[in-house]
């Protein structure tokens, strides 16, 4: 076979060493690395030395990122991140020193193609927007193990107000804590829409709250308002980091669906730059939201989405069904036309690919968002559209005479 690279390498990497496999015209070299900081820069000062322009890894869980973050700081021409199922050995003998070759002998033929890694800056970003989804995650769980213990304790706060935990709420939860055991006055402490409701609030806080369920209530009361803190924390730190970004999260604010915080999660992770990617079909398929292509004897089989990215996946299709519920809107009409037919879920991940090729166009040519409209679908084929209204009149008995409007 052709060989595309003279000087590459390939590494195996694990939890606590690194084997690498060094291929020149002169032969092949194999040494085994630790992992710890100052044994990667003495690998990464071993391979430039060699002459080495190109190398290869796995993307192994998180163990790849300690090498790749060493390798970077380096003038190496390209250092890849490769999918293993991309480079899967044949079945046989395997040890750390064989995948070692194999990838070095796969690079040295140009078989390898990286994976997209980001920038510092955007990994950066990314680690923070996920984290703070992490922490909107278990509020909301800790927020249903406090219902958990006031449905225990025979209150039934949740039945009479729309939200446990806004201003009314929190105020009625604070004074059963302190001691105040009286239905009445806790309903005194209504504010807003929720005074009109003090009859049925006064028959929801009367129940058997004993100091355990105080204790449990106190303590979960705590940990969310520390949740709350460290996500305005995190909150006002990646507004720090988005801020050169403004603009394109303006854009993408525009969109049905996506709000601020969504924006701020969708450019993390694929970034402002689409020239990193070929078209809007290799981005949707690169986050998985596109169908997946199985054919055999001229059959199409699965259309099964391919996993892509976890992260970026679950934005959009929370975005699309948020889409959803917008009216007089394009992503609307798309979403309830598939559900139809197909299930809500298909019509979610259908609505997440339309979002996120739309993101990719208005990032690229810089333009601002223009809606359809709710009838689009309608007037694209407005002649089926009236033969099949038509015939439904007809099948009901009636006769349809079919005059336009001036």
């Known amino acids: 076979m052709l060989v595309v690279h003279d000087r590459c390498c390939g590494l195996d990497v694990h939890k606590k060493s690194i084997t690498a496999c060094l291929l020149t015209p002169e032969g092949k070299e194999t040494l085994t690395f630790s992992t710890m900081t100052d044994d990667l820069f003495r690998m990464a000062q071993w391979l430039q030395e060699r002459g080495c322009t190109h190398v290869a890894m796995e993307s192994t869980g998180v163990y790849w990122k300690p090498p790749y973050n060493v390798l970077e700081l ?12 991309h480079m899967k050995a044949i079945p046989g003998r395997k040890t750390d020193v064989k995948d070692a070759e194999w990838i070095a002998d796969l690079l040295k033929h140009g078989l390898l193609k990286g994976s997209y890694i980001p920038s510092r800056e955007q990994r950066e970003q990314r680690e923070l927007v996920r984290y703070r989804k992490s922490l909107v995650q278990e509020r909301t769980r800790e927020v249903n193990r406090l219902q958990k213990v006031l449905e225990g304790a025979n209150i039934k706060l949740s ?19 302190a001691g105040t055991e ?18 049925h609030l006064i028959q929801a806080l009367h129940g058997l709250l004993g100091e355990h369920q105080k204790m449990m209530i106190r303590t979960q009361l705590g940990h969310i308002d520390y949740l709350d803190g460290q996500i305005a924390e995190l909150d006002k730190k990646i507004e720090e980091q988005m801020h050169p970004f403004e603009a394109d999260l303006e854009r993408l604010d525009s969109i049905p669906g996506i709000g601020r915080t969504t924006a701020e999660a969708i450019l993390a992770e694929i970034g402002t730059k689409m020239d990193r990617f070929p078209s ?24 099964r989405t391919t ?11 929370e975005a699309a069904r948020a889409a959803a519920r917008t009216k007089n809107t394009y992503l609307s009409a798309q979403y309830h036309r598939i559900a139809a037919r197909r299930g809500a879920n298909r019509a979610a991940v259908a609505v997440a690919h339309t979002i996120l090729t739309i993101i990719f166009y208005m990032l690229t040519r810089q333009e601002d968002y223009h809606d359809l409209g709710a009838d689009y679908f309608d007037l694209r084929r407005k002649e089926r559209t009236v033969n099949t209204a038509v015939k439904k009149l007809e099948n009901l008995g009636y006769t349809v005479t079919i005059t336009p409007v001036a």
Request: contains cysteine; aromatic residues 4%.
């Open 159 to 177: 039945s009479v107000a729309t939200n446990v935990l806004g201003v009314s709420g929190r105020a009625m939860l604070d004074a059963l804590v």
């Open 182 to 199: 009286s239905p009445e006055v806790l309903a005194e402490l209504a504010k807003g829409r929720l005074k009109d409701k003090k009859g």
């Open 74 to 85: 380096h003038e190496f021409e390209q250092v890849l991140v490769v999918n293993a199922q």
């Open 280 to 303: 809007a079909a290799h981005l949707c398929a690169w986050a998985g939201v596109a169908p997946g292509n199985h054919e055999s004897a001229g059959k199409r089989k699965s259309g």
């Open 307 to 317: 996993q892509g990215n976890p992260a970026l996946r679950y934005t959009l299709v």
